[in-house]
């Protein structure tokens, strides 16, 4: 996904700095791969969430049952749980960058800036 998201990416740049494209067949086409990126990063918080409670809860029951047994586990979830992070950061940035290029877009086919651009 990150090497699909940053080619996406640098197409729409590369569509934006080539002036000659149809600015609002790009508009559509881009506002529905928003949604693709914005749902897929959406699905990748509940993950990073699911992976950061059952890290707790198992130190959790490490604390409390004082088993060593668990210790494996805990480490397996937080070494899972460092590249979900990584990951996310990455969606997150990424998709914001994409929701301005949306406005650079949406400038170009209507010749003025969203009413609701927040900054």
């Known amino acids: 996904m990150t090497k699909y998201l940053s080619a996406y990416k640098a197409y729409i ?3 934006l700095s080539s002036g000659n494209a149809d600015y609002e067949r790009l508009l559509n086409y881009h506002r529905d791969h928003i949604r693709f990126f914005a749902h897929e990063r959406l699905i990748h918080l509940l993950v990073t969430i699911l992976f950061a409670l059952m890290t ?3 130190f959790i029951a490490i604390a409390i049952t004082e088993k060593i047994i668990l210790i494996p586990l805990a480490c397996a979830f937080l070494i ?3 590249p ?3 990951h996310y950061y990455f969606l997150e ?3 914001q960058q994409l929701y301005r290029l949306y406005d650079t ?3 170009k086919v209507y010749g003025y800036p969203r009413a609701d651009r927040s900054e």
Do not use: F, G, S
């Open 80 to 82: 899972l749980l460092i």
């Open 56 to 58: 707790v809860a198992c």
């Open 105 to 107: 877009i949406y400038e």
């Open 84 to 86: 979900y992070i990584k």
């Open 93 to 95: 940035n990424t998709v």
């Open 13 to 15: 740049e590369e569509q």
